[in-house]
């Protein structure tokens, strides 16, 4: 063993913690008819306990190996998720905290890859999938393993209107606003969101259709003043739509569509030739919450 | 400066060369009437020619800044664009060959981010869209700004069939060799193809919605030995599909399913519960020709 | 506008929000002597406060535009950023708290790119340098623009050990647990901590530099009988070595390097021939805190 | 199986093409002394020949199993790969000739990932290992599996100069250029080289780290007046210090660190605070050869 500089050592103690296993790569097929049915999750598990002996002493002997996380999850895989991601993540914590020693709570969280049928003839396939762009997301935890809270979500849903957007009327810094008024922009984003529920019992499935069909169509039915004022009515579109829901958040980067300067070329713009800016970007978060 | 060992130094010439800009995000829409059109390419160009005396002597006398290539990127998107992507790319080689002392030839790369309209009671909206998985691709280059060679393409197509598939009958390696054989098997690809033309005009866009369409449809239209037989599938459905194209190329990787190892827990898997395999994966790629 | 079905709205509130601008690159040269120096930062700043009219009424006459928030990034850069990144986040914050009329608090995220002096005969180069890979991460936030919560970080620390290493005595599972036991394996993790001050000023960047170097050494300096283990003896090392810091919290992946199974080619392999599996990984995570 | 509209199918033929495994994730470690020796690659192997029955007819009696590729990268590690990456490479190609009834040649690809000693006291330490940013690369290919071509690269070499480089005396276009010119800029390029050798036996590890040492000193050994004459240089530089190298390319992107414009807020801006574009970039391509 190397030597180093002899250190004195202060006292210290384990603080909040959690292990567990991520990165998960699940399909579940189901074959019960001609019409195969397919599920792709990417999968954490996360449990939390008393660990401290295992962190401050080196014994392990109250650790679940995260080996033995992975095998559960495909194991658990066979035997539930029978219907949402959501359900089958409370059957993995609620396993957890009835096998670990220690373990008296934990969380999974998951990323739902999202696969449509390949279309002949005007028919989705039987057995034949193309993935698609917007992912689903989930998160669910428990202190106990019986009761949980469970917080839904979406993510890469970039969408994008060409008129019926602007940005005027703000703040001016005498110094740092360089920045010209508009009635007429580009609008883009790329929208991250996110939900809690009332209590009550959840078709967790059926909501995140729900949901991926407002925030798409709140898009349309509006001139926006600011992303702020379209993620507040994507907010008041899905709490409409889904009583199950008692809040939604979301981040909403504003990816900026410019005019280029033709002008110095003697050409015209009317918002016909835009550089997309990758960065740096505007990026709003927020709640919106029943009053 | 600093000091360096002094260094003898040997003579050297410069090789095949080209310069120019990359990854130059434009957006062009069309607003001629209030249904709306995008398209959004992400452009790169280069610039072939005699560069001997900015590289071998620091002499940019005869070079064009890259700055103004982008400038003209947009410029000419604004005058021309008016029809595919490839057209586009010759116009702007073209430009180049023309405007620059010593460019005599050079290429046009482009990726197109595509999009969908937002669905609103069933209807595409005017102006609302929706960002999709799959990437349209192309490459135009010109020897001398008057002659094209014209590649397409596409990227990020990702499909995946359930059942129809296997993988037996294969060389066995008296050592090396572990794998069992099936006949029953998740089979899933994540396409790169591109393709080449005959000469004559070509609608560059049609072609590219023929392809797309029978890249999926052959996926579920043959039982698969092994995804080199569903690659020279693939390629005479495009022949035969698309007169206008003479020879396709795929790169298709083998993204593995592995059903996973639950008989150890007492439990059947019927390639119901499948590990998603990251790495390491078999890797496809070849050229489909007209016989 | 397009007519969707008539939705019945609630009522609904904001909840919590923030808004500013991210991925703001920054680099600050110090030309002062023949000797530079520089520091790039990617910037994002959010603001806290009274935003409701903007939201909820489209009235954006409190709101500062992000695109001010990008100059005043740039432009307090060349009036402050003296000393380390976290001050000119503090920096950065009060200013809007004193610009923006509803703007109450916010906060400051950045990531250095770290970048070493070009070797040269021995001797760090006065004006040439070459990017490095793990990255100094950090965040200011204030409530109130005057008083300040800093949380500093590093991102990936990628380390791996050969030897002393283990993975035994752990809790089995009758039914998922399939891993044998080891005292010698290989363990690699991808570092990221983050860390919190006690009350007192703070020389951030020499900080920084004990910490990382902290991290390195504790992992020669011991066996260790799990990451979690491991993890701690960093908490320990760290809080030892600076008394500035409260506590600390490290995201340690193990990056699992298998043992591949060459027995079936009648070949040994003593930890010879490893796979690095990119997934599933385990993932720890947790605080060490002073006792 | 799913009914199609008919299609008439056209003739064609397989043209060029090869199949193989990538993203084989190997490390290989070295423990014949208690100074452990790390190596770590991501290998893809890919086999060419006649492989015409299982791509037209599904006949897969010739084809080795991508799995047994996978297998035999493995084993022969352990066998061999006693010097090089790519004398590693050599062996695997000449393997596959050997052993696939229709292989006629192949190639094997490489990504080593660099990893350092952890510094304790000064000294690096004997088993205990922090990873690097460049990346080092290779490929090895064969007609034959007896002779073979041979190129060595660096990728991820991130490298900047805060002065002595410039960029002037371009080529004006009328109309689509409005770059100022200068004499003093920020330069900055990430490096992608790779490079072929001569007739005879090399030591490719020696030459690599030549190689890897000329490109970042000749960024310091002169005054820069386009990336172009840069790249023509370290050309020169490397052709100069390794006589086994007979030619070098170089893909060079123009990492572009603007000067904010803050005269507009009443500051002065000396090259001081900058702005680090992520696009669009010059990107810059050439070899440069002996002459």
Chains 1, 2, 3, 4 share one sequence.
Not at 20 to 27: I, Q, R, T
Not at 179 to 203: C, I, Q
Request: charge should be negative; hydrophobic fraction near 35%; include cysteine.
């Amino acid at each position: 063993m190397t030597q180093t500089e002899s250190k004195t050592k202060v006292n210290v103690k384990l603080g909040e913690n959690n292990y567990g296993k991520a990165e998960v790569n699940l399909m579940k097929i189901n074959r019960d008819s001609k019409r195969h049915e397919i599920r792709e999750l990417q999968v954490r598990v996360g449990m939390t306990g008393d660990f401290d002996a295992a962190h401050s002493r080196g014994d392990n002997s109250e650790l679940i190996a995260t080996d033995t996380v992975r095998n559960t999850i495909y194991g658990l895989a066979k035997e539930g998720f029978g219907s949402s991601p959501e359900e089958f993540g409370k059957e993995l914590v609620a396993h957890f905290v009835k096998t670990g020693a220690k373990v008296t709570g934990g969380f999974m969280e998951f990323t739902e890859h999202l696969w449509d049928r390949v279309q002949v003839n005007g028919q989705g396939h039987d057995h034949s999938f193309v993935r698609q762009m917007p992912k689903r997301t989930g998160r669910v935890e428990s202190a106990d393993g019986k009761s949980f809270k469970v917080t839904s979500g979406i993510e890469e849903l970039y969408v994008l209107k060409t008129t019926e957007s602007g940005w005027e009327g703000y703040l001016l810094d005498e110094r740092f606003t360089t920045l010209p008024e508009t009635h007429e922009r580009v609008m883009a984003t790329f929208v991250t969101a996110k939900w809690e529920y009332n209590e009550g019992s959840v078709d967790y499935d059926a909501v995140w259709t729900k949901v991926f069909k407002q925030l798409q169509e709140t898009l349309t039915d509006h001139y926006s003043p600011s992303l702020q004022n379209t993620l507040y009515l994507m907010g008041e579109a899905v709490l409409s739509a889904c009583p199950e829901i008692s809040r939604i958040w979301f981040r909403m980067p504003n990816k900026h569509h410019l005019q280029y300067n033709l002008g110095r070329f003697g050409l015209e713009n009317n918002l016909e030739i835009m550089h997309v800016d990758p960065e740096p970007y505007g990026l709003m978060e927020g709640w919106v919450e029943r009053a």
